[in-house]
């Protein structure tokens, strides 16, 4: 007995050695075999599953008296493998596994720090939370999507964002801006959000600013003046001056406030996700999408570099602009963390006594600030995209100087056509010319093109002056959203920021008229890219004249073939995504066929093998079907593994695209 025991403990601990290989090597291959990413976790689970069922399902098909290790072995790996395979495929379908790969932390290197950032959400979570049940801001009567315009909630809102301070003030001052979204009682009150933010040690800031420059300070600038000018949530700024003297501005980001955002950011998006799923007055302003914004929003700020190379390139594109400028980014001085860029001697253009002793008239400063903005948008394709007045200076000369690029947007060249047809369009207040730009825009419309003319006919009724104007914009974007056209997130952006220089100009001059003078500033410039109606009218008819110049030939042959007999239409029915799918669908199809066919073939060969007299041939009739059963099994579990994985990513795909729209 004793030996007896001894051997069993000994094939135990075999089986226990062999594990962690087995865990490794099934890890690798279940992937593979199965043509789809499992992940590691799960394949390990599955493995070690499998590893389980396969020793018991050896030692019942071998019986005790055989269940030597030699027989036991490979019969626990054959069952393995096929208990292994669909155990993977249920953990997957189960856990929700994406077949996108998250590019995060490693856990195990950091565990302190990976277990502050997993537990600094929640905390702050109760935090917010809290705030808001002081403000009662969590009572049933403001889920309504009636409440949502209410300045009752707006200031609540308010009062709750301060009170969590950090980056949620942050998010209220951009989504100040989003007036596209948010009703207007809901902007005006989150735009006088303030948060009372703590200056940095001047330590800290010294610790920052040598990390970032590899050097003293006092080797970089002839001075540097450690009282900051002012705090932001992201930064503060400094007086310095370089060794020629050259007074110059150093904006340094705050120590730790990258980990800061990241955990607000968490915070604001598992809220966000609550409140699309709980709160009606949410759903109808897109809450998600518009959380998932100003995240965006708030990380492209952390790179100064990023504003660093906006400012340059505005400056090289704009030098020819009269009376407006963009302040010089000294680039060898600046980093992700550090932005020095020349100081200007100015007042922000929302102080009405510096707007006034400017030797400029106010109309004309607002025309020269326009003209800027034209050009940046239709000439350049690259625009400061936050031109509030806190952003705008005014000095003695009169000269207004840009200042914060850290919003910035792009208009590519398909974007900037369509706008230029969209302008031809409102100018010459045709409906149809709008329509093919807007075609041209967001590509093939499916549809009645004569209803979206007849939509946008109505807008040009409704409009009283014709170019481009923040109202006009706006106006087409939403004939389109109705007509079920998504313009570019470029068009967006383009919009909110058209509406906010109208805000700007027209608290430079009372009155002033965009959508007049925008039409009278494209119109005189004169250039190849916008020029007057009649030019853009030429250059239409130019990119249409070899089409034009075809038709009769092709006409006559058409005719010549109808009268003939010789006629024929002929379309593809299965063509583009269509035949891709289908042909997916065939080529399953096809491997499911063959994997059953394998299946009922292997099952045979072994029926056979149970029947053979002679040992020898039993055993090979039988290798042959176990290995025909194995192939046949591994193609249909595949052939499940995709399918199933290919209809949740699908779904998912779905999911995003509905919330994006």
Do not use: C
Not at 347 to 355: F, G
Not at 414 to 424: F, S
Not at 598 to 604: L, R, S, T
């Amino acid at each position: 007995m004793s030996s007896i025991a001894s051997i069993n403990i000994d094939l135990g601990i075999g089986y226990l050695l062999i594990l962690p290989l087995w865990i490794a090597a099934i890890s690798v291959i279940t992937g593979r075999v199965l043509g789809v990413r499992i992940g590691r976790w799960r394949s390990a689970v599955a493995a070690a599953i499998g590893w389980l069922v396969g020793l018991i399902a050896g030692v019942l098909a071998l019986g005790p008296k055989n269940a030597h290790p030699l027989l036991v072995v490979p019969a626990a790996i054959f069952f393995g493998v096929l208990a292994a395979l669909p155990i993977a495929i249920t953990l997957d379908l189960i856990t929700h596994g994406s077949p996108k790969r998250r590019s995060g932390r490693h856990p195990l290197l950091h565990p302190v720090r990976s277990t502050r950032a997993v537990l600094a959400p929640l905390g702050r979570f109760r935090e917010l939370v809290a705030n808001a049940q002081a403000e009662n801001l969590l009572h049933v009567r403001y889920r309504s999507a009636t409440a949502l315009s209410s300045p009752d909630l707006a200031r609540r809102l308010r009062r709750v964002l301060e009170r969590s301070g950090g980056m949620f003030v942050k998010f209220g001052q951009i989504a100040a801006t989003r007036n596209d979204v948010l009703p207007d009682t809901l902007t005006s009150e989150l735009s006088n959000l303030h948060s009372d933010v703590a200056r940095v040690p001047s330590e800290e800031i010294v610790a920052v600013m040598v990390s970032e420059l590899g050097e003293p300070i006092e080797q970089a600038f002839g001075s540097f003046d450690l009282q900051p000018l002012a705090a932001a949530s992201i930064g503060q700024t400094h007086r310095a001056t370089l060794h020629d003297g050259h007074p110059v501005i150093v904006k340094v980001q705050r120590p730790g406030i990258d980990e800061i955002v990241e955990r607000d950011s968490a915070v604001m998006s598992f809220v966000s996700r609550q409140l699309d799923r709980r709160v009606e007055a949410a759903r109808k302003v897109g809450v998600r999408g518009l959380a998932e914004e100003l995240i965006k929003s708030i990380e492209s700020e952390l790179d100064y570099g990023l504003e660093a190379d906006a400012g340059t390139r505005l400056r090289e594109s704009r030098a020819g602009d009269v009376g407006v400028e963009i302040p010089a980014v000294h680039a060898t001085l600046s980093s992700g963390r550090l932005l020095v860029m020349d100081e200007i001697v100015g007042r922000t253009i929302s102080d009405a006594a510096a707007v006034d002793a400017a030797p400029v008239p106010r109309a004309e400063l607002a025309r020269r600030l326009l003209a800027s903005f034209l050009g940046q948008i239709l000439d350049d394709g690259f625009y400061h995209a936050d031109p509030h007045p806190g952003n705008i200076m005014i000095d003695a000369e009169g000269t207004l100087w840009l200042l914060d690029f850290g919003a910035v947007g792009r208009v590519d060249p398909v974007t900037r056509d369509a706008l230029q047809g969209i302008a031809l369009g409102l100018a010459l207040r045709d409906a149809s010319v709008i329509a093919r730009a807007v075609r041209y825009l967001v590509g093939d419309v499916e549809g009645d093109m004569r209803q979206l003319e007849r939509d946008l006919a109505v807008l040009l009724g409704e409009i009283e002056v014709g170019g481009i104007s923040p109202t006009a914009i706006s106006g087409v974007m939403e004939v389109m959203s109705r007509h079920g056209l998504h313009p570019p997130r470029s068009m967006l952006l383009l919009s909110r920021t058209m509406l906010t220089l109208e805000g700007t100009l027209n608290m430079l001059a009372t009155g002033f008229d965009l959508a007049t003078e925008a039409q009278q500033l494209v119109w005189s410039e004169q250039s190849t890219d916008i020029a007057t109606a009649e030019d853009l009218i030429r250059k239409e008819l130019i990119r249409a004249l070899p089409a034009l110049r075809t038709l009769p030939e092709h006409a006559e042959a058409l005719a010549g073939q109808w009268r003939s007999g010789q006629l024929t239409i002929r379309t593809e029915r299965y063509a583009g995504g269509d035949r891709t799918v289908v042909e997916e669908w065939l080529n399953r199809g096809l491997v499911a066929a063959a994997g059953a066919a394998g299946a009922v073939a292997a099952g045979a060969v072994l029926v056979a093998g149970s029947l053979a007299r002679d040992v020898g041939v039993r055993d090979a009739l039988w290798s042959l079907g176990f290995a025909g059963l194995t192939g046949a099994t591994i193609l249909l579990l595949r052939t499940v593994a995709q399918a199933l994985h290919g209809e949740r990513a699908h779904s998912e795909d779905v999911g995003l695209g509905s919330q994006r729209r």
